[in-house]
Protein backbone atom coordinates (compact mmCIF):
# COMPACT_ATOMS: atom_id res chain seq x y z
CA UNK A 1 0.00 0.00 0.00
CA UNK A 2 1.29 3.18 -1.10
CA UNK A 3 0.46 6.80 -0.14
CA UNK A 4 -0.37 9.97 -2.38
CA UNK A 5 -0.53 13.76 -1.36
CA UNK A 6 -3.21 15.43 -3.65
CA UNK A 7 -2.75 18.98 -5.01
CA UNK A 8 -3.80 21.90 -3.10
CA UNK A 9 -2.35 20.59 0.35
CA UNK A 10 -0.47 23.44 -0.04
CA UNK A 11 -2.54 26.25 -1.14
CA UNK A 12 -1.19 28.36 -3.65
CA UNK A 13 2.60 26.41 -4.38
CA UNK A 14 2.91 24.39 -7.63
CA UNK A 15 3.19 20.89 -8.62
CA UNK A 16 6.89 21.06 -7.89
CA UNK A 17 7.07 21.91 -4.62
CA UNK A 18 4.03 19.76 -3.78
CA UNK A 19 6.51 17.14 -5.44
CA UNK A 20 8.97 18.06 -2.95
CA UNK A 21 6.61 18.09 0.36
CA UNK A 22 5.89 14.37 -1.02
CA UNK A 23 9.39 13.43 -1.07
CA UNK A 24 10.11 14.96 2.40
CA UNK A 25 7.27 13.74 4.18
CA UNK A 26 7.85 10.07 3.07
CA UNK A 27 5.04 9.85 0.80
CA UNK A 28 5.06 8.01 -2.58
CA UNK A 29 3.26 10.30 -5.31
CA UNK A 30 1.36 13.44 -6.29
CA UNK A 31 -2.08 13.43 -7.64
CA UNK A 32 -2.52 16.36 -9.83
CA UNK A 33 -6.06 16.49 -11.28
CA UNK A 34 -6.07 19.18 -13.94
CA UNK A 35 -2.98 18.15 -16.09
CA UNK A 36 -3.93 20.91 -18.55
CA UNK A 37 -3.08 23.86 -16.07
CA UNK A 38 0.64 22.46 -15.93
CA UNK A 39 2.51 25.39 -17.64
CA UNK A 40 5.44 22.95 -19.62
CA UNK A 41 4.39 18.82 -19.15
CA UNK A 42 8.49 18.31 -19.78
CA UNK A 43 9.24 20.65 -17.34
CA UNK A 44 7.21 18.90 -14.72
CA UNK A 45 8.55 15.55 -16.32
CA UNK A 46 12.52 16.35 -15.70
CA UNK A 47 11.62 18.04 -11.93
CA UNK A 48 9.70 14.41 -11.38
CA UNK A 49 13.52 12.68 -12.16
CA UNK A 50 15.30 14.70 -10.25
CA UNK A 51 12.77 14.64 -6.82
CA UNK A 52 12.07 11.15 -7.38
CA UNK A 53 8.73 11.11 -7.15
CA UNK A 54 5.96 11.33 -9.67
CA UNK A 55 2.75 12.61 -10.48
CA UNK A 56 0.45 9.40 -10.03
CA UNK A 57 -2.97 9.87 -11.26
CA UNK A 58 -4.52 13.41 -13.02
CA UNK A 59 -8.50 13.46 -14.37
CA UNK A 60 -9.49 13.89 -17.87
CA UNK A 61 -11.35 17.14 -18.99
CA UNK A 62 -14.55 17.14 -17.42
CA UNK A 63 -17.52 15.34 -20.16
CA UNK A 64 -20.62 13.92 -19.34
CA UNK A 65 -20.34 9.77 -19.52
CA UNK A 66 -23.80 9.58 -19.55
CA UNK A 67 -24.83 12.01 -22.66
CA UNK A 68 -24.13 10.67 -25.88
CA UNK A 69 -24.34 12.98 -27.66
CA UNK A 70 -20.66 14.47 -25.74
CA UNK A 71 -18.95 10.98 -26.55
CA UNK A 72 -16.69 12.58 -29.21
CA UNK A 73 -15.74 15.08 -26.69
CA UNK A 74 -15.10 12.69 -24.10
CA UNK A 75 -13.17 10.12 -26.10
CA UNK A 76 -11.16 13.28 -27.57
CA UNK A 77 -10.66 14.12 -23.68
CA UNK A 78 -9.32 10.90 -22.74
CA UNK A 79 -6.81 10.91 -25.98
CA UNK A 80 -5.42 13.82 -24.65
CA UNK A 81 -4.91 12.74 -21.13
CA UNK A 82 -3.16 9.60 -22.12
CA UNK A 83 -0.75 11.66 -24.31
CA UNK A 84 0.06 13.70 -21.30
CA UNK A 85 0.22 11.20 -19.01
CA UNK A 86 2.87 9.48 -21.33
CA UNK A 87 5.16 12.15 -21.07
CA UNK A 88 4.30 12.36 -17.02
CA UNK A 89 5.02 8.79 -16.44
CA UNK A 90 1.05 9.09 -14.83
CA UNK A 91 -0.41 5.65 -14.85
CA UNK A 92 -4.17 6.29 -13.54
CA UNK A 93 -6.84 8.41 -14.98
CA UNK A 94 -9.57 9.34 -12.72
CA UNK A 95 -13.09 10.19 -14.07
CA UNK A 96 -16.24 11.46 -13.16
CA UNK A 97 -19.98 10.78 -14.82
CA UNK A 98 -21.44 14.13 -14.97
CA UNK A 99 -25.12 14.74 -13.53
CA UNK A 100 -28.03 12.36 -14.63
CA UNK A 101 -30.00 13.77 -17.44
CA UNK A 102 -33.43 14.86 -16.51
CA UNK A 103 -35.79 12.74 -18.67
CA UNK A 104 -33.62 9.68 -19.33
CA UNK A 105 -34.20 6.66 -17.99
CA UNK A 106 -31.43 5.65 -15.29
CA UNK A 107 -30.66 2.28 -17.66
CA UNK A 108 -30.05 4.18 -20.56
CA UNK A 109 -27.99 6.27 -19.38
CA UNK A 110 -25.84 3.56 -18.02
CA UNK A 111 -25.99 2.13 -21.35
CA UNK A 112 -24.31 5.23 -23.21
CA UNK A 113 -21.41 5.74 -20.28
CA UNK A 114 -20.39 1.79 -20.86
CA UNK A 115 -20.11 2.13 -24.67
CA UNK A 116 -18.44 5.08 -24.25
CA UNK A 117 -16.45 3.21 -21.93
CA UNK A 118 -15.79 0.25 -24.22
CA UNK A 119 -14.80 2.70 -26.97
CA UNK A 120 -12.07 3.70 -24.83
CA UNK A 121 -11.09 0.53 -23.28
CA UNK A 122 -8.87 0.02 -26.45
CA UNK A 123 -6.78 3.30 -26.08
CA UNK A 124 -6.31 2.66 -22.32
CA UNK A 125 -4.81 -0.54 -23.11
CA UNK A 126 -2.58 0.58 -25.64
CA UNK A 127 -1.08 2.91 -23.12
CA UNK A 128 -1.38 0.60 -19.75
CA UNK A 129 -3.03 3.29 -17.98
CA UNK A 130 -6.32 2.60 -15.72
CA UNK A 131 -9.53 4.72 -15.75
CA UNK A 132 -10.69 5.18 -12.62
CA UNK A 133 -15.05 6.14 -12.71
CA UNK A 134 -15.48 7.88 -9.02
CA UNK A 135 -18.22 7.42 -7.43
CA UNK A 136 -19.32 10.98 -5.59
CA UNK A 137 -21.81 11.37 -2.65
CA UNK A 138 -25.09 13.98 -3.66
CA UNK A 139 -26.27 14.68 -0.64
CA UNK A 140 -23.45 17.26 0.35
CA UNK A 141 -20.75 18.06 -2.47
CA UNK A 142 -22.18 16.76 -5.65
CA UNK A 143 -25.78 16.92 -6.13
CA UNK A 144 -27.27 15.42 -9.06
CA UNK A 145 -24.19 13.19 -10.04
CA UNK A 146 -24.91 9.81 -11.85
CA UNK A 147 -22.48 7.89 -10.26
CA UNK A 148 -22.73 7.91 -6.08
CA UNK A 149 -23.16 4.37 -5.23
CA UNK A 150 -19.61 1.48 -5.27
CA UNK A 151 -22.05 -0.97 -6.27
CA UNK A 152 -23.29 0.49 -9.48
CA UNK A 153 -20.01 1.61 -9.94
CA UNK A 154 -18.62 -2.26 -9.75
CA UNK A 155 -21.29 -3.42 -12.18
CA UNK A 156 -20.66 -0.81 -14.95
CA UNK A 157 -16.87 -1.63 -14.81
CA UNK A 158 -18.09 -5.71 -15.06
CA UNK A 159 -19.66 -4.92 -18.09
CA UNK A 160 -17.16 -2.74 -19.79
CA UNK A 161 -14.96 -5.89 -18.85
CA UNK A 162 -11.81 -3.93 -19.60
CA UNK A 163 -9.07 -4.72 -16.92
CA UNK A 164 -8.07 -1.11 -17.49
CA UNK A 165 -11.64 0.60 -16.56
CA UNK A 166 -11.85 0.34 -12.84
CA UNK A 167 -13.05 2.71 -9.72
CA UNK A 168 -11.72 5.34 -7.35
CA UNK A 169 -13.47 4.39 -4.09
CA UNK A 170 -13.52 7.63 -1.91
CA UNK A 171 -14.23 6.25 1.60
CA UNK A 172 -15.30 10.13 2.53
CA UNK A 173 -18.13 10.13 -0.25
CA UNK A 174 -18.52 6.15 0.15
CA UNK A 175 -19.93 6.88 4.26
CA UNK A 176 -21.91 9.65 2.92
CA UNK A 177 -23.36 8.21 0.64
CA UNK A 178 -24.02 4.26 1.49
CA UNK A 179 -21.70 3.63 4.93
CA UNK A 180 -20.92 -0.13 5.28
CA UNK A 181 -17.49 1.07 4.09
CA UNK A 182 -15.35 -1.77 5.24
CA UNK A 183 -17.49 -4.08 3.68
CA UNK A 184 -17.79 -2.05 0.23
CA UNK A 185 -14.35 -0.93 0.45
CA UNK A 186 -12.99 -5.05 0.54
CA UNK A 187 -16.00 -6.90 -1.74
CA UNK A 188 -15.46 -4.45 -4.68
CA UNK A 189 -11.17 -4.70 -4.02
CA UNK A 190 -10.74 -6.46 -8.07
CA UNK A 191 -12.61 -3.46 -9.13
CA UNK A 192 -11.10 -0.93 -7.41
CA UNK A 193 -7.75 0.66 -8.47
CA UNK A 194 -7.41 3.57 -6.30
CA UNK A 195 -8.84 4.68 -2.77
CA UNK A 196 -9.28 8.53 -1.83
CA UNK A 197 -9.35 8.82 2.22
CA UNK A 198 -10.76 12.18 4.44
CA UNK A 199 -12.48 12.23 7.56
CA UNK A 200 -16.79 13.11 7.78
CA UNK A 201 -18.12 15.61 8.36
CA UNK A 202 -15.86 18.22 7.27
CA UNK A 203 -13.56 16.56 4.86
CA UNK A 204 -10.44 16.81 6.45
CA UNK A 205 -7.18 14.58 7.30
CA UNK A 206 -8.03 11.28 9.09
CA UNK A 207 -8.58 11.23 12.85
CA UNK A 208 -10.63 14.54 12.70
CA UNK A 209 -14.38 12.87 12.36
CA UNK A 210 -16.23 9.33 12.68
CA UNK A 211 -14.21 6.76 10.38
CA UNK A 212 -11.41 4.68 11.93
CA UNK A 213 -9.10 4.79 9.48
CA UNK A 214 -6.96 2.10 11.32
CA UNK A 215 -9.57 -0.60 10.77
CA UNK A 216 -10.47 0.65 7.13
CA UNK A 217 -7.17 0.73 6.29
CA UNK A 218 -6.26 -2.31 7.85
CA UNK A 219 -9.12 -4.33 6.10
CA UNK A 220 -8.15 -2.73 2.93
CA UNK A 221 -4.34 -3.76 3.26
CA UNK A 222 -5.91 -7.55 4.24
CA UNK A 223 -7.11 -7.70 1.04
CA UNK A 224 -3.40 -7.51 -0.84
CA UNK A 225 -4.21 -3.81 -1.91
CA UNK A 226 -0.97 -2.60 -3.07
CA UNK A 227 -1.45 1.20 -5.24
CA UNK A 228 -2.45 4.48 -3.73
CA UNK A 229 -3.95 5.53 -1.16
CA UNK A 230 -4.38 9.60 -1.89
CA UNK A 231 -5.12 11.86 0.95
CA UNK A 232 -7.76 13.94 -1.12
CA UNK A 233 -8.51 16.33 2.56
CA UNK A 234 -8.39 19.84 3.48
CA UNK A 235 -6.26 20.09 7.13
CA UNK A 236 -7.14 21.86 9.97
CA UNK A 237 -3.40 21.64 11.02
CA UNK A 238 -0.24 22.74 9.22
CA UNK A 239 -0.28 20.01 6.04
CA UNK A 240 3.68 19.04 7.51
CA UNK A 241 2.02 18.71 11.09
CA UNK A 242 -1.00 16.70 9.59
CA UNK A 243 1.36 14.06 7.81
CA UNK A 244 3.05 13.57 10.04
CA UNK A 245 0.06 12.63 12.96
CA UNK A 246 -1.29 10.40 10.03
CA UNK A 247 2.10 8.28 9.85
CA UNK A 248 2.22 8.16 13.83
CA UNK A 249 -1.30 7.30 14.73
CA UNK A 250 -2.27 5.28 11.70
CA UNK A 251 0.77 4.19 8.76
CA UNK A 252 2.67 2.74 11.91
CA UNK A 253 -0.16 0.95 13.43
CA UNK A 254 -1.41 -0.81 10.62
CA UNK A 255 1.05 -3.60 10.99
Not at 78 to 98: D, F, N, P, V, W
Request: hydrophobic share 35%.
Amino acid sequence: MKFSLCIGAYQGEDEIYHLEKVKALGFHGLEYYAWWQLDDLKRTARAQERIGVGIVATCTPFISLVDESLRGDYLDGISRTIEACKTLGTKSIISQTGNELDGVPRDVQQLTMVETLKRAAPLLEAADIVLELEPLNGLVDHKGHYLQRSDEGAEIVDKVGSSHVKLVFDVYHQQITEGNVIRNATAYRHRINHYHIADNPGRHQPGTGELNYINILKAIKETGFEGYVGLECGFTIDPDDAVEQFHEEIVARLG
